[in-house]
């Protein structure tokens, strides 16, 4: 089993703290994950020892900047930061096929309850590549670089938006394309996804100081980069 300790730590004041959480980390215990005893939140609290509470989620697969309040009432003013919209989100991923320079996903997403909520991410292309990866009849394959804005924080909407304008997010299940997800396994033993959280930024509720908290991707995120010929675009 993969040893996660210690995290990296981004930011920290007497108030919040900030990660940049590996690939396949769990934030927190969750009943339909019983193989891993590794969460990120008891690891922190021992690692700073304290107690830490998560104000986000990000999907066990997705990496990058992880915050966390130091105490009940920081989590309740940070998590009604994010449910108004007042937290800047962006994103990196790797996706299949060649994106438009920038676009936007309006795009209504479904919960669990059948509950439809509105969904909006901005997005824009940072690099495009072909490489001759055999797929199908297609001698070659084609991949983009994102950058991905969402300003509604639905879950897994970015991993279903992107499906829905036909580039999945490479190493996405279920809302990938199997096909490329199984290619990517066998030939290069990635089975994560290229999703990473890059950067927070917003105005400190205490101290009124904007804050942009920034992670730079993981290394398995920068291997792929290597492999498809992003590295040069600061992967």
């Not at 690939?23 to 107690?51: E, W």
């Amino acid at each position: 089993m993969q040893a996660y300790y210690p995290l990296e730590i981004l930011y920290q004041d007497e108030y919040l703290i900030a990660i940049n959480k590996p690939h396949g980390l769990l934030v927190h215990k969750s009943p339909i994950a019983n193989d891993t005893n590794q969460f990120a939140v008891q690891i922190l609290r021992d690692q700073i020892g304290q107690r830490v509470y998560p104000v986000h989620r990000l999907d066990r697969k997705t990496s990058g900047v992880l915050l966390f309040a130091k105490e009940e009432t920081m989590n309740s003013v940070m998590q009604k930061q994010f449910m108004e919209g007042l937290i800047q989100k962006q994103y990196h991923a790797i996706v299949r096929g060649y994106t438009a320079e920038i676009g936007e996903i309006d795009y209504p997403l479904k919960k669990e309850d059948g509950t439809v909520q509105e969904a909006f991410t901005r997005y824009s292309t940072l690099a495009r590549v072909e490489v001759p990866f055999v797929m199908g009849k297609h001698p070659t394959s084609r991949y983009s670089l994102v950058l991905l804005e969402p300003e509604t924080g639905r879950m897994h909407q970015l991993r279903k938006h992107m499906a829905h304008i036909f580039h999945p997010i490479i190493g996405d299940r279920p809302h990938g394309c199997n096909k490329q997800n199984k290619f990517f396994l066998e030939n290069f033993e990635m089975n994560t996804m290229m999703l990473h959280a890059s950067k927070l930024s917003f105005t400190h509720p205490v101290t009124g100081v904007r804050l942009d908290i920034e992670a730079k991707v993981q290394p398995e995120f920068s291997r792929m980069c290597d492999i498809l010929g992003f590295s040069e675009f600061r992967c």
